[in-house]
T-cell receptor, first 114, second 113 residues
């Protein structure tokens, strides 16, 4: 069945370091993979997405890497800041027909130490 | 602030009761999505409406129903509530039918006693 899961439930990093959050997926038919960030007490917030035919996509301070061979997705955050502390979810989106929906992984808590 | 509003912010009710959660999407967004977030199930997609019509369904229980009105606001109705329905319920909106970027509201925390 479809599933998206995370390797590390908690990641603690020092302010200024780079962070890498990992995610494994099982559905090779997904069209897009997406990262969301959820700060305490708030709803999830879109960070970046990547189409399934791409390997890498960069945004502002973030890079998403997709390895389809091993069905692995990662989010790299450069120069991590205290404001980056949040739960990070990977999600997949398989579009088409009546099945367009985001399937979220279990989440990784990123704790940034000052 | 995402521009999506949800009411109420908190809701406490008893088992067997029925509640209605309300969502107003961002101005101009035609899609509304409902999600349930619980500790043991994570963030689960429930249902999507686009311009008044149901377009996608997830793991939504038969006791739950939703609708989107002509002014595009949406309501999620939860009936015959059980303890396990206690969760955060999020509404999200987006302009189109298949957007990866969805704008989430602040959520409604439902507690069933």
């Amino acid at each position: 069945g479809e599933s998206v899961g995370l390797h590390l439930p908690t990641l603690s990093v020092q302010e200024g370091d780079n962070s890498i959050i990992n995610c494994a997926y099982s559905n090779s038919a997904s069209d897009y993979f997406i990262w969301y960030k959820q700060e305490s007490g708030k709803g999830p917030q879109f960070i970046i997405d990547i189409r399934s035919n791409m390997d890498k996509r960069q945004g502002q301070r973030v890079t998403v890497l997709l390895n389809k061979t091993v069905k692995h997705l990662s989010l790299q955050i450069a120069a991590t800041q205290p404001g980056d502390s949040a739960v990070y979810f990977c999600a997949e989106n398989k579009r088409g027909g009546a099945t367009n929906k985001l399937i979220f992984g279990t989440g990784t808590l990123l704790a940034v130490q000052p | 602030d995402s521009g999506v509003t949800q009411t109420p912010k908190h809701l406490i009710t008893a088992t067997g009761q029925r509640v209605t959660l309300r969502c107003s999407p961002r101005s101009g967004d035609l899609s509304v999505y409902w999600y349930q977030q619980s500790l043991d199930q994570g963030l689960q997609f429930l249902i999507q409406y686009y311009n008044g019509e149901e377009r996608a369904k997830g793991n939504i229980l038969e006791r739950f129903s939703a609708q989107q009105f002509p002014d595009l606001h949406s309501e999620l109705n939860l009936s015959s509530l059980e303890l396990g329905d206690s969760a955060l319920y999020f509404c999200a909106s987006s302009p189109g039918l298949a957007d990866n970027e969805q704008f989430f509201g602040p959520g409604t925390r439902l507690t069933v006693l």
